[in-house]
């Protein structure tokens, strides 16, 4: 019995030290001696990092282009507008279907086996 | 050699069903000259009791507008599953689309339905825009839309 309760024990402590020595050496890494700031290690390498005080996005009102200023509107939707003024570029979160001839068609019973559809407009 | 004989007999009665249950079927939509953008159109299948059967064609690929196609957009909520691998581009005023589909023999007779929704930027959309039982004996027989189909026929 005794035997059976020392082993339990041994395996016990074992796991332990096996879970416990790489967290350990993580906050001794940081300089804390004491591993008192366990959080620390967590922000380490975070002061190589240039301190940011205000967002690098242009969500200005406001767009300077040769020398002039173009005033632009408070929703900002103008990033989908090309040359053309149309917004047909626009990246959408909703998926496109895949066009004609890359995949097959859909497994709805209304098509063969047969040849791929094509289309062409006059 | 018999056997040879009954293997190709087997193999030929098993093939012809299979080629004879689908057909090349052309759609031609001819769009009026209604001074505005390309239209968006879809074509779609109802069965006998008016319910959803299917697509067969989307002409304009940006699936964020197609919730102006709005009978087929309300039957498949806008499921782009639906149209994969059938989808063109949209259809400029005055202008035809042909499209020719393998369509499975069992659509014609059957009490299907084609119809085309059509959406336009800037314009009204037109839902239903055509509506034309799918019958061996209406091949070639031309049918006019509502707002900006000029007509439409399916030749086989």
């Known amino acids: 019995m005794k035997l059976m309760t020392l082993t339990l024990l041994a ?112 | 050699m018999k056997s040879l004989l009954a293997t190709l007999a087997l193999g030929t009665a098993l093939t012809l069903p299979g080629l004879a249950m689908a057909r090349p079927v052309t759609l031609s939509t001819t769009l009026n000259t209604y ?14 009791s008016g319910a959803y059967a299917g697509s067969l064609w989307m002409a304009g690929g940006k699936s964020k507008y197609h919730e102006h196609l709005s009978d087929w957009y309300r039957a498949t909520r806008g499921d782009t599953a639906q149209i994969d691998g059938i989808t063109g581009a949209s259809v400029g005023a005055g202008r035809t689309l042909e499209v020719t589909l393998d369509l499975a023999d069992a659509l014609f007779d059957a009490g299907y339905t084609l119809h085309i929704d059509a959406a336009v930027e800037d314009m009204r959309d037109s839902p239903n825009e055509v509506a034309v039982p799918l019958t061996t004996s209406g091949a070639g027989r031309a049918a006019k839309g509502r707002r900006y189909v000029a007509k439409f026929s399916y030749d086989m």
């Open chain 2, 35 to 48: 001074g505005g953008d390309g239209a968006y159109l879809v074509l779609y299948v109802t069965d006998a």
């Open chain 1, 11 to 122: 395996a016990t402590t074992a796991l332990t030290a096996a879970i416990g020595a790489p967290g350990w050496s993580a906050t001794r890494a940081t300089g804390d001696p004491l591993g008192l700031l366990p959080a620390a290690a967590l922000g380490a390498g975070q002061d190589a990092l240039p301190l940011d005080l205000a967002s690098a996005d242009d969500d200005d009102d406001h767009k300077y282009r040769n020398g002039a200023r173009r005033e632009r509107d408070d929703d900002d939707d103008d990033a989908c507008e090309d040359e053309d003024g149309d917004d047909d570029d626009c990246a959408d979160n909703a998926r496109n279907a895949a066009p004609a001839g890359t995949v097959a068609p859909p497994l709805n019973g209304l098509f063969g086996n047969g040849a791929l559809p094509k289309a062409q407009t006059n």
